[in-house]
């Protein structure tokens, strides 16, 4: 904080301990202060270590390089652990004097192969981590470091994408689980290795397995039968599991491995037709509100007994036309509401939600901008809901309708012959004098009106 920051501070600081309630002297004080002094604490220069310190972001190059042989060991740190230390900068580094700075340029990702496989060799078991983590360390020197008495260093090599199979293979049988653990999520871990962790006795390590992308189907349909179901859970979350798999699945006994299948976009037509059945009311709502669903599971959702799944279905972007069919007349006058706010919906089902006994739902056809000019007829009429939406130029409605409509007791009917582009001059100039501004305003916005 610079020296003019501190002194304002200090001065609301000692306003909030000291002010009475109401005390008007504390306000006149605190702006006679803020006024005197301004133009002082403007030419007090600031913090020098503040105006001192570079940015990260604008050191780069020879400006690095040169912090590199700085005597300060802070400032060597600070250079092998940047993100945009060269790597020749980073070579130099690897064999500084002080074992954090060689750690820090261990880990770094622009540390060249040469130099991370010197660092695999460090006396220091902290920079043999850092290496063994380093995507630029050689495979055989991956392999080395596998056997490394540092169970941390192993978990290194286990996760480092540069691992090859053997030494994947090695570390398998490894006695620490976080070794196995990483290991299995390895995405070249060869098929029998897989199907080897897939029955280790740890749980964590079969979740690992689960839970990679790169998984054999084999190694999916053994873990499909775990008798854990948090791993047949991860397996059905699993995008790469297969469809056959996925059908079994969704009648597994736990709700929530079920749950997982219902939300993964590998489920096909028949496991979702076993799921849209299923006793569990979340399991259905999440097949519900799936946007990539076929046809046929909207139309069998949309005469779910459950309201809440109705709607969901009902407020769908991609619900069928057939689904929407049957929820126009659906018992429910939510599900009713939410299906005539749908934009998507087809237009003649918004003329037949028009004529509903609901006036929430009327409305909501009225709210909605998808609503075609052809239910407007029928809308202005009605005396309970409010027309927001103001005329188009496509608006058919028609010379008689527009003078009938002009006589409404709701200025809101008033208001959209006010905005529409075909009404006559001689029912806006009568319009101009209506006791609602917001009418008089339609009629001023309006391309007919006369000067």
Known sequence: MSVSQQFLTSIFDFNDRHRAPDDWRFDKELHWLIESFQDLSCEIEADPVEAAAPEADEISGEGLWYLAMHESVSVRQFVAGHAGTTADC??????????????????????????????????????????????????????????????????????????????????????????????????????????????????????????????????????????????????????????????????????????????????????????????????????????????????????????????????????????AMKLAIDESDTVRMWLARNEKILPELLIMLTHDLDKRVRQSVADNPSTPDAAFDVLLRDTEIFVRRQATDESIIDDGTLREFVSSTSSFVRGYVASCPPAPTDLLKQLSSDHSPEVRMRVAANHNTHP
């Open 90 to 323: 980073l070579k130099h580094l690897a064999n500084d004097r002080d074992a954090i700075v060689r750690q820090l340029a261990a880990a770094n990702p622009n540390c060249p192969g040469s130099a991370c496989d010197q660092l695999a060799g460090d006396q220091n078991l902290l920079v043999r981590r850092s290496a063994a983590g380093n995507k630029n360390t050689s495979p055989s020197l991956l392999h080395i470091l596998s056997a490394e008495r540092d169970p941390a260093v192993r978990m290194a090599v286990g996760s480092n994408p540069s691992t090859e199979a053997d030494s994947i293979r090695i570390l398998a049988k490894d006695p620490e689980v976080e070794v196995r653990f990483h290991v299995a999520s390895h995405p070249i871990c060869p098929e029998q290795t897989q199907l080897e962790l897939a029955q280790d006795e740890a749980l964590l390590v079969r979740q690992a397995v689960a839970r990679n992308s790169a998984l054999a189907q084999m190694v999916l349909i053994r873990l499909s039968e775990d008798s854990e179901p948090s791993v047949r859970r991860i397996v059905a979350e699993n995008k790469i599991t297969p469809e056959p798999v996925l059908r079994r699945m969704a009648q597994d006994p736990d709700a929530y491995v079920r749950r997982a299948v219902a939300e993964n976009p590998a489920a096909g037509l028949e496991a979702l037709i076993v799921l849209s059945q299923d006793a569990d009311i979340l399991t259905r709502l999440i097949v519900a509100l799936n946007e990539n669903r076929p046809r046929e599971i909207s139309f069998l959702l949309a005469g779910d007994k459950e309201e809440s799944i109705r709607v969901a279905i009902a407020r769908g972007e991609c619900v069928s036309a057939e689904a």
